[in-house]
């Protein structure tokens, strides 16, 4: 656009230029000022090229904006700022005018321009604020404007001068002469401008006279000012044109001043225009003057007189004073050498002039203060300039007595004479470089003052110079100055603070001081413009001090700091400043905090630029002062109050010493240095801006990162160190500051990539932790402020007042950190919602700070109970640490996901659920995860009903998105944490929540969505964490499947019919996910095995699935007939179709075993559609690879050798992951059998030193000295042991055997003692002999040992080897760790050997050798006991024995210590031995595996194990977890089998605990032991039905039997064969008190005992059995119970009443008496009390009306009787149970009152309720529910072996070769 159509692209540019000044935009934000900013240099650039379409468009918006009416403060400030924006924009357009400008342009330019520029100067309004600055900025524009187009300004103004020519008196207008002080005037317009007022000025009104004067004298400034040279050559080549238009002038206004006023008004102007006649100058200095110039005479002596004072008029002495001044500054642009006259005059002058401006006693004053500085500034610039030497008047000025006018004078001359000096010869500053000490006093004196009278903390200590330390004194007791004082001292102090700018080295030099001095000085200097830079009251001061202390940052200005000691200096000095203004910005005490951030970015440039300047002699030891301690952080925190800081150099104290200082902390540092803290405190500073809703201060924040990234590399190339040791996340550092660079991304887009970078740092520092806790203390309160508002209704002031504070605080900080938050302001609320960001990312790696065990841990119990550290997972914080600020955190944000404030509520939800789900740091997932349970778990009342509120379901539907956020995004790092917490409890409450929400709209879309969750945490799968994968999949499956085809037939509106197939295909795709290789796992049948229970759950789905597609195929046909109006839904049916064979396909495929012989029927069908299915499921099966293997006779021992495999598999590094977590998670009690199962099943596969070593290696980790090791009931002592005793037995049979025999049999032995205790001494015997005859046997037996060696088994070889491996890595690795800092690595060497190798001997003895000599006849070696004696001697040996094998000698035993030359004499022939048989390791091939085979037993323990410990070996894995294990996680692999394998056979107790007397067995039970009953096969179909079992123990420690009542069916199971299977189990503990727990769930006259077969109950058992029952516990009790009872009363008369029988009816109950973990009652009675829907206070209908609970389950109706019921004696609750499969027919009789017909029972059951339609509306579900998951009729199939299926599948294709459905036929 701009080549084809120029002018209509510069008049869009200047119409958004236009649209984006304030007035126009209203809000000003970073944004809009930037933007305006690139439109300003826009149009600049435009206006080379297209100069007068520029001008003219920015010319109308300046007339269309002169023009606007505004109402308002904000306005106003608008309409201000937008005039200097244009009249900015105008000044440096003109400025590059081009040259070839057409003389049309500079017409339009005066006609257009010039009357809206001479609108500003003209109207200026004293006082107003905003007057001053746009005057100054119209007169910048008219001086660019006069520059090249000076002809239409001179027209104008000779125009007005001929005006006021011929206009009266009161109407002369004379605005336009003044345009002659701001116009660009070169030589020749001065002559112009003279010449023109010449002809002009006597025919001019008074006024317009006086204005000329005025006017013509600032003109000739102009001149001066801005073309120096050419009044230089004026003196070097007289123009005597000039000097003749200079002299009429002056002889034309010498005759106007006739009166003393006038004189006054006209003597400036006078010297000005003799000083233009250089040659009139020389003639008058002469004693003979002509007669035409007596008069220039006359006035230069009038001059001096009135000057003395001698003229009698004040007026005239001060119109003197103005024009000398005026003479001396013309003088300075003179050369001395081109004309010493005018000096002369200057010097004769000179005198008197100081001595009337500056004079102590009485100040020069003419009423008006800033011209009278002025007149003094230009006064003492120019006498520098003329003598610079002369320093008089500056002692005076800067004299502590002086008035303050007199310090600014000074300051701001000074300031002058740095910042202009045009002229070679005006002397420079440094001849005032001597009085820098009175300069620095000067200013922190003022400092002080200005501070006090501010009201601000006034107790700021400096430290004084020595020189001005009197003074400082002099003012301690002064009150606190006026508000005029103040400001002049504020005035002062901002001269002060720019003359710091100008020229830093003003204030910082110290001629002649020592370098501590120096360093005070200038820390006292730094420190008090650091002071300034918060000061929100003085905001130019502030700005200009942030100015001054970047040119003091400059290298030239670091370099005098202290020369001495420049780099400690530096680090000591600039680290102060940094901290303070860090701590400022943090606590958000600051004005403009954007822009102090950027000041703060160019001073880290320059500490990098010194740093890099001086690394090579940065040498110090300041490079210690950053290194950091990965990870913990390692830095404490520092809490220095801002004020004590803020001392000389804040907080520390000078050390003298030869170029050396040093700062130490004096408030409370805890020794950290202050460069430490002040990284610490920059780092916290910029990860706070993050989250700041400014862009702007985002991405300064971000680029500053960068500057940090260049220190750290800088230091780390000193110091030759990593420089991940001074900024641990240097890497993430380094993207912050790159995408720093990306300015056009959005605020939102800004923010996200934001939280990205702060999930992936990963080391904590004291920087982002405090960082952390900082912004989490303001989120808190910002939180508080936003609940509250509005808190209470305010009258309008307040309110007013209220917004007004906050707008303040808005523009102070980005964070609200007052008591008012104002949520119209939208920024208030994207801060609060940045804040939740930046927690959420930065919150993993303060957690991490929090506790290096921050991921889930578990202590492994190799130890004893009482020892061990813990069995039990310990998940980072199970329930969160409450007292954690992260924790706390999560917390609050669980409760933010249902807020509900009526104004932002909605919005603060979305973004929590938002940020939480999608930027939330993946090492807080477990935290979340586990809170969210929690929280979720609350939901259910104690029976686990859900308490429905819609806040718990708002939470629900919010949890439900987080998760689903969580699980989709792959967030970098989440893989790691994901599975450190189980999500199994969440889900499956979410979904028995969701379950009862009904059929709403709003149900069917949570549950749409909890569907969709599913989806993916099965996608994920791999990463997370199951305890019981198989259990909760089935489970979930159950659940979801009963939401498909729940009601999208029933729908009427066709939205909800919409939605309801959207939750049908959602359900589907869910179920397909997790059907996906799961085995059905039916919960524990009743009287059905588990096969079967396999293919009834297989056939309930499969049935569920066709019902689903029929229903498809139905819908589609009616879709054809109505013309498929809606195409939508007969696409979603196509998709819900392939998603139903998908499932069909998944689980047919896992449970080939349990499904084939039910489905392949289908394959016959007689419709040919189900039969086209089903080819698409078979296809679909064997393209996935299904494995028909599992259809064998032999799957079984197949499925039991692969778990064998599992558990001794073995990884990469060696390690057994499942043994290991088997071995960390099973109960101590059952640790003989795992360890007798684990040594088995090792060895027989050639593993066993594999499992040695992982055990022994954790043992030797665990033991806290050598000493204790393998000492404590452990379960590597137990496989130690053994070992020992299964592999070790032959070895000492044959070893021990002989020397034994001797020792009892010979007849040498006979009669010998070795009692060697002298306490138990018979008086027969001799000490000395026994101790010889012991040591004599122990010499025998301890030779024979060691000689063994070569006997000695090759497995216990193995365990040796292992055991001194073990030990020696272990040792080498604790002690290395400890040695590597004390550099002592030969100790080391030496000194493990020793220790491992003796471990070996000491545990050999210990556990093998020495039980079998103390003990020969238990361990099987002697028929028959030792006698006493012997045995007291073979006590006695082992010790000996024991000591040699320890390698210590006896001390605490005194009658055992003559044997220790003897112990010690063995040492090195036993550990020549121990090293003998543990040095080597014989090949796994050349061991005879005695027990190389698997016996039942063992494999049987070992599913045992497994199965009941599963759940613990989740947790295990997923705490301890690598995600590259070989091949799938190892636990997915047996979670797999074990739910193939099904849950392992009740095992009764140890038997030993109880009895193992020899019972007397009854004549029943020789009987029908006589017949070998037990071995026939309807006695061992029998025992699998599981009607009697033992399992588990109760509180008092009994063994407790279940009998479940209706697993026993009359007239199906012979009555007299149950009786002995129930003694039989019985018999091992029946001698002892035992408990039974009677199930009598479902209970009813196809289960009753006839009462023949019940009497027989009481006298078939000894009768010790009866009275042994200590309890029996009747659970589940019913009406037909009760009858029954009745009706067998007098049989039961014993049990009446009894205190033994208990009435339990809730397994909370039953808990009272066995804990839960020991209770076995079956799954399907517990199934009964899940996900109840519970209706209180019903009333059943009969001849007697009862209230009763109707609890409607997922498969059955439970009616509880709510009054208790007299059974045998005592009250108790009843319980009824109707399965959906026995309900007939349900009917609503009206809204109260609905019956229920049962099968088998004649007369409907009648109840009364007030919600009676939601009950049977729960009634028809759960039986609709039934009916579609039963097949219209069961086929019977034999069973498929792998062999019959290819023929089998052959039939089926050959049949369906002839078919006329295409589909079929492929």
Known sequence: MAAHKPVEWVQAVVNRFDEQLPIKAAQQNTHTKVSTEHNKECLINISKYKFSLVISGLTNILKNVNNMRIFGETAEKNLYLSQLIILDTLEKCLAGQPKDTMRLDETMLVKQLLPEICHFIHT????????????????????????????????????????????????????????????????????????????????????????????LEKAFWNWVENYPDEFTKLYQTPQTDMAD????????????????????????????????????????????????????????????KALAGHSGSRQLTESAAIACVKLCKASTYINWEDNSVIFLLVQSMVVDLKNLLFNPSKPFSRGNQNADVDLMIDCLVSCFRINPHNNQHFKICLAQNSPSTFHYVLVNSLHRIITNSALDWWPKIDAVYCHSVELRSMFSETLHKAIQGCGTHPAIRMTPSLTFKEKMTSLKFKEKPTDLETRSYKFLLLSLVKLIHADPKLLLCNPRKQGPETQGSTAELITGLVQLVPQSSMPDIAQEAMEALLVLHQLDSIDLWNPDAPIETFWEISSQMLFYICKKLTSHQMLSSTEILKWLREILICRNKFLLKNKQSDRSSCHLLFLYDVPGGGTSQISLDPEEMIRCAPGVTLRKGKGNSSMESTAGCSGTPICRQAQTKLEVALYMFLWSPDIEAVLVAMSCFRHLCEEADIRCGVDEVSVHNFLPNYNTFMEFASVSNMMSTGRAALQKRVMALLRRIEHPTAGNTEAWEDTHAKWEQATKLILNYPKTKM???????????????????????????????????????????????????????????????????????????????????????????????????????????????????????????????????????????????????????VLLTETNTQFVEQTIAIMKNLLDNHTEGSSEHLGQASIETMMLNLVRYVRVLGNLVHAIQIKTKLCQLVEVMMERRDDLSFCQEMKFRNKMVE??????????????????????????????????????????????????????????????????????????????????????????????????????????????????????????????????????????????????????????????????????????????????????????????????????????????????????????????????????????????????????????????????????????????????????????????????????????????????????????????????????????????????????????????????????????????????????????????????????RIERGLKLMSKILQSIANHVLFTKEEHMRPFNDFVKSNFDAARRFFLDIASDCPASDTVNHSLSFISDGNVLALHRLLW???????????????????????????????????????????????????????????????????????????????????????????????????????????????????????????????????????????????????????????????????????????????????????????????????????????????????????????????????FHNALKLAHKDTKVSIKVGSTAVQVTSAERTRVL??????????????????????????????????????????????????????????????????????????????????????????????????
């Open 124 to 215: 200026y309004r004293e006082g107003n604020q905003h007057a001053a600055e746009l005057r100054n900025s119209a007169s910048g524009v008219l001086f660019s404007l006069s520059c090249n187009n000076f002809n239409a300004v001179f027209s104008r103004i000779s125009t007005r001068l001929q005006e006021l020519t011929v206009c009266s008196e009161d109407n002369a207008d004379v605005h336009d002469i003044e345009l002659l002080q701001y116009i660009s005037v070169d030589c020749s317009k001065l002559k112009r401008l003279l010449q023109e007022t010449v002809f002009k000025f006597k025919a001019l009104k008074k006024v317009a006279q006086l204005a000329v004067i005025n006017s």
């Open 1039 to 1428: 659940y979801l499947t009963d939401w498909v085809m729940g009601t999208s037939n029933q729908a009427t509106d066709e939205d909800v019919k919409c939605l309801t197939r959207d939750l049908d295909q959602a359900s589907m795709e869910a179920v397909v996910s997790l059907l996906a290789g799961l085995p059905l796992q039916p919960e524990e049948g009743d009287g059905v095995e588990l096969m079967e229970a396999k293919s009834q759950l297989f056939l309930k789905y499969f049935t569920l699935f066709m019902n689903l597609l029929n229903d498809c195929s139905e819908v589609e046909d009616e879709s054809s007939q109505t013309g498929g109006r809606k195409r939508g839904m007969s696409r979603r049916l196509a998709s819900l179709r392939h998603c139903t064979v998908l499932a069909m396909s998944n689980l047919l495929n896992a449970n080939v075993d349990s499904g084939l012989m039910h489905s392949i029927g289908l394959g016959y069908h007689k419709d040919l559609q189900t039969r086209a299915t089903f080819m698409e499921v078979l296809t679909k099966i064997l393209q996935q690879g299904t494995e028909f293997d599992t259809l064998a006779e032999t799957v079984l021992a197949d499925r039991f050798e692969r778990l064998v495999e599992l558990v001794t598999m073995m990884g990469d590094q060696g390690e057994l992951p499942i043994a290991m977590a088997l071995a960390n998670v099973v109960p101590c009690s059952q640790w003989d059998e795992l360890a007798r199962v684990l040594v088995t099943l090792f060895d027989s596969r050639h593993l066993l030193y594999q499992l040695l070593w992982n055990m022994f290696s954790k043992e030797v980790e665990l033991a806290d000295s050598m000493q204790t090791l393998f000492r404590g009931n452990s379960l590597a002592s137990k496989i130690m042991t053994f070992c020992f005793k299964v592999y070790g037995a032959t070895y000492l049979q044959k070893l021990l055997e002989p020397l034994l025999r001797t020792v009892i049999t010979s007849s040498e032995w006979q009669h010998v003692s070795f009692e060697v205790d002298p306490t138990r001494l018979e008086p027969t015997e001799s000490l000395e002999e026994n101790q010889r005859s012991l040591l004599q046997m122990t010499e025998k037996f301890f030779h024979a040992i060691i000689n063994s060696s070569s006997e000695f088994p090759p497995q216990l070889r193995s365990v040796c080897h292992c055991l001194y491996q073990a030990t020696c890595h272990s040792l080498l690795n604790k002690a290395t760790v400890k040695e590597k800092k004390e550099n002592k690595k030969s100790v080391v060497s030496q000194r493990f050997p020793q220790n491992s190798i003796g471990a070996v001997g000491s545990a050999m003895f210990l556990r093998f050798i020495n039980p079998a000599i103390v003990s020969p006849y238990e361990a099987g070696i002697l028929d028959k006991k030792p006698p006493p």
């Open 1508 to 1734: 009941n410990n599963q759940e613990k070996i989740g947790q295990y894995l997923s705490s301890n977890r690598d995600h590259k294990a070989v091949g799938r996680r190892p636990f997915d692999k047996m979670a797999t089998l074990l739910a193939y394998l099904g849950p392992p056979e009740h095992k009764p107790v140890a038997d030993t605990h109880w009895s193992s007397l020899n019972l007397t067995s009854s004549k029943f039970e020789e009987f029908m032991t006589r017949h070998q009953v037990h071995e026939k096969e309807e006695f061992k179909a029998l025992k699998t039905l599981n009607i009697f079992y033992q399992a588990g123990t109760s509180k008092a420690g009994n063994p407790v039997f279940y009998y479940i009542a209706r697993r026993f069916k009359t007239g199906q199971i012979n009555g007299d064969l149950l009786i002995y299977h129930v003694l039989l189990t019985l018999k091992p503990y029946y001698a002892k008190p035992y408990e039974i727990v009677v199930d009598l769930t479902h209970a009813g006259p196809s289960n009753r005992f006839k009462t023949d077969f019940l009497s027989k109950w009481f006298v078939v058992f000894p009768g010790f059995a009866y009275e042994n029952v200590s309890a029996v516990f009747i659970y589940n009790c019913n009406s037909w119970v009760r009858e029954y009872t009745k009706y067998h009363e007098r049989l039961l008369t014993g049990l009446k009443g009894s205190k033994r029988l208990i009435f339990i009816d809730s397994p909370g109950k039953l808990a009272e008496h066995i804990e839960h973990d020991q209770q076995k009652l079956p799954a399907a009675t517990l199934a009964l009390e899940e996900d109840l829907k519970v």
């Open 245 to 304: 238009c200079a002299e009429k002038l002056f002889d034309l206004v010498d005759g106007f001043a006739e009166s003393t006023k006038r004189k006054a008004a006209v003597w400036p102007l006078q010297i000005i225009l003799l000083v233009l006649c250089p040659e009139i100058i020389q003639d008058i200095a002469k004693d003979v003057v002509e007669e035409t110039k007596m008069n220039k005479k006359l006035f230069l002596d009038n001059l001096r």
């Open 795 to 945: 009258e309008d002031g307040q309110v007013a007042e209220s917004l007004h504070k906050t707008i303040v605080k808005r523009r102070m900080s980005h964070v609200s950190g007052g008591g008012s938050i104002d949520l119209s302001d939208t920024d208030s609320l994207q801060e609060w919602i940045n804040m939740t960001g930046f927690l959420c990312a930065l919150g993993g790696v303060c957690l991490q700070h929090r506790s290096n065990a921050g991921l889930a841990t578990y202590s492994p119990p190799m130890g004893p109970v009482n020892e061990r550290k813990g069995s039990m997972i310990s998940m980072v914080s199970t329930e969160g640490n409450t007292e954690t600020p992260v924790s706390k955190f999560i917390d609050r944000l669980l409760t933010l996901m249902v807020c509900n404030h009526e104004k932002v509520g909605l919005q603060i939800r979305t973004n929590i659920k938002d940020l939480v789900g999608l930027e939330l740091s993946p090492a807080l997932y477990p935290m979340l995860f586990n809170k969210l349970k929690n929280t979720i778990s609350k939901f259910f009342d104690s029976q686990g009903q």
């Open 1769 to 1866: 004696g005592q009250t108790v609750f009843l319980n009824d149970i109707y399965y959906a499969s026995e309900i007939e027919e349900i009917c609503l009789v009206d809204e109260n009152q609905f019956t229920l017909t049962i099968a088998n029972q004649g007369t409907p059951l009648t109840f009364m309720h007030q919600e009676c339609e939601a009950i049977v509306r729960s009634i028809i579900h759960i039986r609709t529910r039934w009916e579609l998951s039963q097949p219209d009729s069961i086929p019977q199939h034999t069973k498929i072996r792998p062999k019959d299926v290819p023929g089998t599948l052959l039939n089926i294709a050959l049949l369906n070769l002839g078919s006329s459905d295409p589909s079929l036929r492929y």
